[in-house]
């Protein structure tokens, strides 16, 4: 009996030793990992933390005092000054009046046509998918020029119609994709039902299927509004008056009128920012599920 | 009472409106408001007695019901009386009742009455509404079509021939929808060929505004002024015009419907046709925008081209032979080259990392996640700007902390980043790597949820470490994931434009193609600038086609 039982305790001594040992280890892993992860964020977090603490000085304070003196005061007079004087406001609205009918336009039409590619069998079908396709990984550079051209002819060059309309159509591969591979998943039943009940087919289409594939448009939208909003290379082609830039050739802009004064360069880059980072923070899931998506599977 | 005597009482009525008034009024100076108050007094007159001819002696159009041998009315084939459907070709012909035509109000809602309301509004608005201003005085429709046909004054210069058109569509328009109105079996084809008439007359207006610019006749310099400022009545008839000329789609759109509702062959050609309807305007704006450009962009890199105003001229295979041989271009396709290696290197292995680590359970994991990905929001200026105030020789932070660290000094020439002209290159690719980790880590960690845990535990059951377990089963695993990044990688390091544009403006050995394609633009030598864009595309159609391949692959197996 004893010895049965010594054993036990020796088993369940044991036990509880190398649970402790374990636990000990894991312990000093998680901290371990932990300081790895933080020091590696702080790293990468850096400009950005950078660039905010400059928004908040003046450039004397940074002369004088060196990077990384406490600022002498925090000020946002930098904020206000990019915000009025150098035009970020103007440069902000201009980038909404591009992207927002730039982005409705888009999906509506990428939507359409995902819907035709998705749920019907016609001829043509693969291969206009894969013009789409296609045409998703294009380089810009090969559409400047004639599209500078075309948006010339159709008297559309320096205006803000000219940059909404390629931005519709060149993100529409991208959307069709996208929207295509969801669309194939919805249950056909749904719709078959509709039909029966003697539904029009693009009725079937708007209050059904877009209904229907919101998380996908969602994700689209969240994507496409970044990389529109962020656009530089279209505006640099296709408008030339400073009054029509967006946020982003106007940063360029800001850049040259202010060289030296990087709180106010700075501030204004913030600025610039604040709409996708508020989109960011707000719908993360939606613009991480849409780089998904659009990677292809 | 015979029909065609009304279609020829209200043709000749048009035909007086559009010809005799401006003529008369055209003597008596030049306010186009008296014009415009008399032709549309007139108008109105003709009209009063127009509609009231029509609404007394048009006949009631019926027939007599072949089995109940009650009437029938024209517009609405059914008997009343016991309900036999008559055959839709059903052509109504006036006969009389008792020795008397019975009367049937006209149908005044329909696209005939709606085209002769166009009509009526286009003519006096071309008649007698200011079509040109100038200094001096304003001129009307009415004028310039005098001056169209006799071309006796100076103004004969705003009255080219093409300007005949529109009076005489309108004309021919009027007497169409007339035509309609008073034959209701006819009404639905009177439209189509109404709408189709109006073209004509919308002629002038392409001409004027497209057409006419590529001549090589100068025009007065006020034509121009006229032409940015046009007036109220050239405003209103090319817009009555256009609505005349699309119209009949109120027609033809429930016409359309109810032949595909009733025929077999409209019901295939409806099924068949759904697709088709749904793809039409995205992929016309698809073909426009973006596939025609693309192989346009090969036939510009062969001319030569110095701008919008100018027209590309032929010159053959110059550019490229001067590409190759010049040293800017193969220190673009250098750092490109450069770019892409790095590119497909270090994001790639760091964002693998980074998804590896975070593919395990982390408390906040979400907020470590959420910092790599907050590049990726930020746009190329911004980036820029902050890599450059990050780089700043005597300010920035990285020699502040390298000064702090004691490594250099600050005050004695400090490495100068993206100013020397060494490592300047590599300066902005770190910059764009840093957006892109968080991409391919955004990648990864999609393909490492897809992973099934069953294979990894049977891993584990088989006693694999993690190195073995990465090594052997995750990595294999994640091939496809890594493709794809890999090509992403690839296109973007080749279109990259937007982090050297601003930094360097290529200068400090940092031109990429991109950036050299936006300088010969700048230039006026687009001709140069397509050539530039099209090796680019070369390049990378090789990895779009690999792209292209996997996913076609994935598209037969499904």
Redesign the interface.
């Known amino acids: 009996m004893t010895t049965i039982a010594q054993a036990t305790r020796t088993t369940k001594q044991r036990q509880q030793e190398d649970d402790l040992r374990s636990q000990i280890f894991s312990i000093f892993w998680q901290v371990i990992?932990y300081a790895f992860?933080i020091g590696v964020?702080l790293l990468?977090?850096?400009?950005?933390f950078?660039?905010v603490l400059?928004s908040f000085r003046t450039m004397d304070d940074?002369?004088v005092n060196?990077?990384?003196s406490i600022p002498e005061r925090f000020t946002v007079d930098k904020f206000t000054q990019a915000w009025d004087q150098a035009d970020i406001r103007r440069y902000l609205i201009n980038s909404f009046i591009i992207t927002i009918p730039a982005l409705v336009g888009m999906l509506f039409?990428?939507s359409?046509?995902a819907?035709?590619?998705a749920r019907?069998r016609?001829r043509g079908?693969?291969f206009?998918?894969?013009?789409?396709?296609?045409?998703m990984?294009?380089?810009?550079?090969?559409?400047?020029?004639?599209?500078?051209?075309?948006a010339?002819e159709l008297k559309i060059?320096n205006t803000h119609g000219a940059l909404i309309?390629?931005h519709?159509?060149?993100q529409?591969?991208f959307c069709?994709f996208v929207l295509r591979n969801f669309m194939r998943t919805v249950p056909g039943e749904i719709l078959d039902a509709a039909r029966v009940d003697g539904c029009g087919?693009f009725r079937i289409?708007l209050q059904i299927m877009l209904p229907l594939s919101l998380p996908s448009l969602a994700a689209v939208a969240t994507l496409e509004f970044?990389w529109v909003?962020?656009?530089?290379?279209w505006a640099?082609?296709l408008l030339s008056e400073q009054q029509l830039q967006p946020?982003?050739?106007g940063?360029?802009t800001l850049?040259g009128q202010y060289h030296a004064d990087?709180p106010l360069?700075?501030a204004g880059?913030l600025l610039?920012?604040l709409p996708?980072?508020f989109?960011?923070i707000f719908l993360?899931r939606y613009?991480?599920q849409g780089?998904?998506l659009g990677?292809?599977? | 009472m015979d029909f065609d005597i009304l279609l020829y009482w209200g043709v000749t009525w048009v035909i007086v409106g559009a010809f005799v008034t401006p003529f008369l009024f055209h003597q008596k100076g030049r306010d186009p408001w008296n014009g415009a108050l008399a032709g549309a007094a007139l108008g109105a007159l003709g009209g009063i007695i127009l509609l009231a001819v029509l609404w007394y002696f048009v006949p009631f159009r019926q027939k007599s019901c072949p089995v109940c041998a009650g009437t029938v009315r024209a517009v609405d084939p059914v008997c009343q009386h016991c309900g036999y459907e008559l055959a839709p070709s059903f052509v109504a012909r006036p006969v009389s009742v008792g020795g008397q035509y019975s009367r049937e109000p006209l149908d005044f809602f329909n696209a005939n009455f709606l085209a002769l309301v166009l009509c009526t509004v286009t003519l006096i608005a071309f008649l007698y509404s200011p079509w040109f201003f100038d200094d001096n005085a304003t001129y009307n429709g009415g004028n310039l079509l005098v001056q169209a046909v006799f071309k006796d004054s100076f103004l004969a210069d705003f009255a080219p021939d093409t300007l005949l058109l529109i009076p005489l569509s309108l004309l021919i328009c009027g007497g169409l929808s007339i035509w309609g109105l008073v034959s209701p079996s006819r009404s639905g084809l009177a439209s189509v060929l109404t709408s189709v008439v109006a073209l004509g007359g919308l002629y002038y207006f392409i001409d004027f505004f497209y057409i006419s610019k590529g001549s090589n006749y100068q025009f007065p310099q006020w034509y121009d002024l006229a032409k940015d400022d046009p007036g109220r009545g050239f405003n209103i008839t090319m817009v009555t015009m256009a609505a005349l000329a699309l119209h009949s789609l109120v027609v033809v759109g429930p016409a359309l419907r109810r032949w595909m509702a009733r025929s077999q062959r409209g019901a295939r050609l409806r099924r068949?046709m759904?697709?088709?309807l749904?793809?039409l305007?995205?992929?016309a704006?698809?073909l426009?925008?973006?596939?025609?450009?693309?192989g346009?962009?090969f036939y510009?890199s062969l001319t030569r081209?110095a701008g919008?105003n100018e027209s590309p001229s032929y010159i053959g295979f110059d550019h490229y032979e001067h590409l190759f041989g010049n040293r800017v271009f193969r220190e673009a396709l250098g750092n490109n080259v450069r770019w892409l290696i790095i590119f497909i290197t270090v994001p790639t292995t760091l964002g693998l990392a980074m998804a590896l680590?975070f593919n395990t359970e982390?408390r906040g994991g979400r907020w470590?996640k959420?910092?790599?990905?907050?590049?990726?929001?930020?746009?190329?200026?911004?980036i820029a700007?902050?890599?450059?105030?990050?780089y700043?020789p005597d300010?920035?932070?990285l020699n502040?902390?390298l000064d702090?660290l004691g490594v250099i000094n600050?005050n004695d020439n400090p490495p100068g980043w993206h100013s020397d002209s060494d490592v300047a290159i590599y300066c902005i690719i770190a910059a764009a790597a840093?957006r892109q980790v968080g991409?391919v880590m955004?990648?990864y960690l999609?393909?490492l949820k897809?992973i099934d845990p069953a294979m990894i535990d049977a891993g584990l059951v088989d006693g694999a470490n993690r190195v073995q377990l990465f090594r052997h089963i995750i990595f294999p695993l994640l091939a496809?994931?890594t493709t794809?990044?890999v090509v992403?990688s690839i296109?973007d390091s080749?279109?990259a434009?937007?982090l050297v544009?601003?930094m360097t403006q290529g200068n400090n050995g940092t031109e990429v193609?991109?950036n050299l394609?936006?300088q010969k633009?700048k230039d006026y030598e687009?001709g140069y600038?397509?050539s530039?864009?099209?090796v680019?595309?070369s390049i990378?159609i090789v990895?779009?086609g690999t792209?292209?391949w996997?996913?076609?692959k994935?598209?037969l197996e499904y």
């Not at chain 2, 910092?371 to 190329?380: A, C, H, I, K």
């Open positions: 990992k992860l964020t990468w977090l850096l400009p950005l950078a660039t400059t940074i002369t060196g990077f990384w039409l990428s359409m046509s819907y035709a590619l019907y016609f079908n693969r206009i998918y894969f013009t789409y396709v296609a045409g990984m294009l380089p810009f550079q090969i559409l400047l020029l004639p599209v500078f051209r075309l010339n060059y309309m390629i519709t159509a060149f529409l591969g069709t087919e289409f970044t909003f962020n656009d530089y290379l640099l082609f946020i982003t050739a940063l360029a850049q990087w360069i700075t880059a610039a920012t996708t980072v989109l960011f993360q613009f991480i780089l998904t990677s292809g599977k | 068949n759904v697709p088709y749904f793809l305007l995205p992929l704006i698809y426009v925008w973006i596939i025609a450009p693309t346009y962009t510009l081209w919008a680590i982390i470590f959420v910092s790599f990905y907050s590049p990726l929001v930020l746009s190329g200026p911004v700007l902050v890599w450059l105030w990050l700043h300010k920035g932070l502040s902390l702090g600050i840093w991409y955004v990648l999609a393909g897809n496809p994931v794809i990044i992403i296109i080749l279109r434009f937007d544009q601003i193609l991109a394609m936006y633009f687009m600038a397509a530039v864009a099209v680019l595309f990378s990895f779009i792209y292209l996997r996913t076609l994935d598209e």
